[in-house]
């Protein structure tokens, strides 16, 4: 806590120090250091994370230059990259993760190209006259000659509930001597069968993106808006960090760690599924 | 043998000056380009002040919004948010002026704050650079009628797109680096 | 740690300070001949190209830190009197490096110089300039 109290009066005594130096012009405001500190951007996350952009944010450090990556200045963000003012996470696993991760022999950096990084984004849609809350699940992919934004799964409650498949004496079946009577056996079943689902496999799991993509094209699910993004990151190794997005007075505001998780065997997997599936 | 190896040198040579007759873009170029997308951005801010200011006449606030739509790639829409809500609100650039310029303040006074943020550039997968620019912007709105003073201040994420393009000056072709802005998230905060 | 944060403080100060306006004019550089220095007028007698520079630069200065509209398009209309036409093109460097120039968007004096009046910035100084005529046909700037 102490330290972070620190950086922040670095911003802003840093600030008054370069303030007649070209970042303010006639008619413009003087930031009172807020602005500076705030991680205004995920671009931003990750430059200050991987020690690759000054303390104000103007100049951007490339290989060769002398405090790329440097450990101090890593070890100055990093601290200020996280929500202060939630008790979510305790100083112990923040300082064990900052030891980690600028290991001297192994740093360990968040690389924007590279997969271990997904945005949660909840989106609003109108669906059958009524507006619904729908979650994307997206990552970076590369394509052509840069890179975007994918959807790698779709999280909607309306179609969850088409997908109620019964559990034992409840859950209605084609007898397996159906295929000797040349499966007319289905007539029936689907007649009476308000649970098709029920002809599946056990291990079958529905494509909710196939059928997002199938109603949107049917013009049955109109897009209104997003209401938030956050982001879930597994780059660290043994590590699992969530990002999310602090609009609040003060010092301490922008993209920051919101939640902090030390990965055991399977964790990752299981929380992938969490993500995914929200079940 | 020896050929064979000078051969595959050139071809070597030859693959990776191609590459780089490709937009690199070096630190310090790409902090010219920055440079210029910042000017751009300047501007967008000096044209809003312009344009949203009462005592700026009807014709030249006009002028003005036309010098301002043209910073902006087809298709740009602003997307405006308050801090109660999470409503965002979706506008054309052009409405987003006209809007501006209609409230219904007698007076109003916009400024900057002298902090702006810049990403790095990215590469569509079209081949043009997108990047985003962050600026904070304060409004001031007074109506003497009702005494009635509001203020915000809103953070403003804007995109810009980057593009190598060439044109014919003088029976010369001229390579410039074309950089619009794109789509602007207009979110109030609670500075 | 508090001395180290602090010295890179300064480093980073140090690093992000902007480059300093240089004093304008610039020397005129003519494209296949020599650079020409700018003399003190009294010494030698000028070439028409170093009185335009002059003239010009002074002229986008005034234009850009004009105190009314009036004023300003009276600048214009004078500025583009030394012009070949309204739609002579304006090119302005904004970075060289290697022997390679990148542009900005290429732009008329017409726009060049309302420009200048609605944003009253003055970022380029005259690198380049062409006379045919006694008017300029070519104009090529460069960030200050």
């Known amino acids: 806590m102490r330290k972070s109290v620190l950086i922040f009066a670095f911003f802003i005594s840093y600030i008054s120090i370069v303030s007649g130096q070209g970042l303010g012009s006639p008619g413009t405001i003087k930031d009172d250091g807020r602005f500076a500190a705030s991680t205004k951007q995920m671009n931003q996350f990750f430059r200050r994370f991987n020690g690759e952009e000054s303390i104000d944010g103007t100049k951007r450090f490339y290989p060769g230059d002398t405090l790329y990556q440097n450990e101090k200045l890593r070890k100055g963000f990093v601290s200020i990259l996280f929500d202060n003012q939630s008790s979510s996470i305790s100083p112990e696993l923040k300082s064990e993760f900052i030891t980690n991760i600028l290991s001297p022999n192994y740093p360990q950096y968040l690389v924007f190209h590279k997969p271990g990084w997904i945005a949660e984004v909840d989106a609003v849609f109108w669906y059958k006259g009524k507006k619904e809350n729908l979650t994307f ?78 109603e949107m094209k049917q013009d049955n699910l109109r897009f209104e808006t997003v209401n938030g993004v956050k982001f879930h990151f597994f780059q660290i190794g043994g590590w699992y960090f969530e990002v999310n997005q602090f609009n609040r007075p003060g010092f301490n505001t922008g993209w920051l760690v919101s939640n902090l998780m030390r990965l055991g065997p399977g964790d990752k997997e299981t929380l992938l599924r969490y993500i995914y599936d929200q079940d | 043998m020896k050929n064979t190896g000078i051969l595959i040198l050139g071809l070597f040579l030859a693959t990776v000056t191609a590459a780089f007759a490709q937009d690199n873009i070096s630190p310090r170029r790409k902090q010219a380009i920055d440079s210029l997308a910042l000017e751009k951005v300047k501007d967008l801010s000096k044209y809003i002040s312009i344009i949203g200011n009462k005592e700026t006449q009807f014709s030249e606030a006009n002028r003005v919004m036309d010098r301002a739509e043209e910073l902006f790639a087809a298709g740009a829409e602003m997307g405006v948010s308050s801090i109660n809500t999470k409503e965002i609100a979706y506008y054309k650039v052009r409405r987003y002026f006209e809007r501006l310029m209609a409230l219904n303040y007698d007076k109003v006074n916009i400024t900057w704050y002298d902090i702006q943020y810049v990403s790095d550039l990215e590469r569509q997968p079209d081949g043009r650079y997108v990047g985003v620019i962050t600026v904070y912007q304060r409004f001031e709105g007074t109506s003497i009628e009702t005494g009635m003073n509001y203020k915000d201040t809103t953070k403003k994420d804007i995109t810009i797109y980057v593009e190598k393009k060439q044109t014919q000056i003088a029976g010369r072709t001229i390579e410039f680096w074309d950089v619009m802005l794109g789509d602007v998230r207009v979110t109030e905060t609670s500075a | 740690m508090l001395m180290a944060v602090l010295v890179l403080l300064a480093m980073g100060a140090c690093k992000s300070k902007k480059k300093a306006v240089e004093p304008a004019p610039a020397p005129v550089v003519k494209e296949e001949a020599a650079p020409v220095k700018v003399q003190a007028p009294a010494a030698v007698v000028r070439s028409a190209e170093e009185i335009a520079v002059e003239k010009l630069e002074s002229q986008f200065a005034s234009i850009a830190s004009a105190s009314n509209v009036t004023a300003a398009n009276q600048s214009i209309q004078e500025v583009l009197a030394m012009f070949s036409n309204q739609e002579t093109p304006i090119l302005i460097v904004i970075h060289e490096e ?41 104009l090529e700037l460069k960030r200050k």
């Open chain 1, 137 to 214: 699940i997206m990552k970076i992919q590369p394509e052509g000659l840069g890179y975007e934004w994918v959807i790698d799964q779709v999280i909607f409650e309306p179609f969850k509930n088409l997908f109620n498949k019964p559990v034992g004496s409840a859950k209605d079946f084609l007898h397996p001597l159906s295929h000797e009577l040349g499966f007319m056996n289905m007539r029936r079943a689907f007649q009476d069968s308000e649970s098709p689902e029920s002809f599946t496999p056990t291990s079958y799991t529905p494509d909710y993106l196939a059928i997002f993509l199938f």
């Open chain 3, 98 to 138: 290697g022997g390679v120039k990148d542009y900005d968007e290429p732009t008329t004096i017409k726009k060049y110089l309302e420009y200048l009046k609605d944003t009253k910035k003055n970022l380029n100084y005259i690198s380049d300039i062409r006379l045919a005529g006694g008017k300029v046909t070519e």
